[in-house]
């Protein structure tokens, strides 16, 4: 790799990074205005024009908080729970492809920061990683409550990785590459998975929200039951730290969602588009950076369904979330499996 | 047991429909209610820029008034507590002095006279019992809130209208 390429792609990188960071600073204002719409009220609107500053005001309350930790907590790990969390959780927009490539001066930039070809299995074994976060956090506490959030986490995920793993591979049949830029270069045009995998993405759709510990999932953090769950313990920027990986989870499991699901970032009548330009170079930068933006539309509009879900539904009860897990959506998914594999056969014996 | 009325309905605890099992319809009809009120006109006040409309004959922070040469009407006659159902009202009574006739309309006034807001309940009797039309409940103030008890007890300098500076030109 020349040294012009390393130069883009660490640029590339950082602004990855930090349009990750930004959109999980956001999130946090959305989702109070969100809430606030739902709910017939107006939402924060003093810190800045429409409110736009709440979520700086709110990262400095927290960071001048006393940084308080319990005396009988396991002070290493109580410091690095939230730091797994928060690292696990920027970890994995690494692989997601967020366009296609840009050709500046003759060089050829994918708009992908590591183009690996186990795309998938990364993203999955990163996620699962984000559990130890929640786990080393609330047993450090050395707290009742902390500890039971932190079980019933581990449990959760556990449980609905196994549907989210299954209703997957029903995709990765179809397309048959754990890339995740070969899985998004296969659906161009308006050739989404979605059309051939309704059910699937249902599934994957539910394991998602249980995996990023939202509502009706938020078991692990429900404030009625549980003061808090794992992070009962927490204040300061340590409990921003958890708050805001959560958002970066959204944001991430949008994305993925996105590229596995929804064609990434091809849109209807992208050949048209780039066959109406003649210079090819520029119609193929064109062609891209609206990919780009079709693609954080997608992100974007997955963000909000997280909220609209959140503010719509009450939470599961814990046995109700373990049989929809284990006696539902785990069937479901390997029927699905099975649906796919017959529609395979049935379409190589036809054509 | 015989029932008092024939309004109660008998509860039929039935099977549930395989759409009513399956969830996501009644998750999809959740989502459609939460949107509609997404859209709706919100109910905020914005309050320090708006405030709420309020009535003709709405009952707010008492004031003192005085009259056309800007003497002071009441005459500590005691009515306005009498009347009080909260006795949030004390005063007491002076005798006027030579010289201060554009002070005090009568021979009597109120020395002293205060009204405990956290007592008062705005009932406007005060205002109703008062023969010289002394004490009236305003229409456009309120008692705001405050950090201490003592600050609640409103004396003469919260309470007698400020002289008219026009007057004086």
Redesign the interface.
Known sequence: MESVDLLYKAIYILAIFGITLLIATYSTYFERK?AA??????GP?RAGPAGLLQPLADAGKLFFKEDFIPNKASKALFILGPGIAMLVATMSSAVVPFGDKLIIGGHEINLIAIDVNIGVLYVFGVVSLGVYGLMVGGWASNNKFSLLGAIRAASQNISYELAMGLSLIAVLMLSGTLSLREIAEQQSGFNWNIWYQPLGF?IFLVCAFAECNRTPFDLPESEAELIGGYHTEYGSMKLGMYLFAEYINIFVASAVMATLYFGAYNFPFMEDLRAAISDPVLANNVVTIVGLVAMFTKIFLFIFFFM??R???PRFRYDQLMKLGWQILIPLAILNIMLTGGGILLKEYLF | MEPLSNRSKKVQKREMTFTERAYLPAIAQGLGITLKHFFKKKATVQYPEQTRERSDVWRGLHVLKRDENGAERCTACGLCAVACPAEAITMTAGERKAGEEHLYREEKYAVTYEVNMLRCIFCGLCEEACPKAAIFLQDDKLAPARYERDEFIYGKDRLVEPLKTTETK
């Open positions: 969100i719409f739902i709910q017939d009220r107006v609107n249902i609209w879900v503010w719509t539904l």
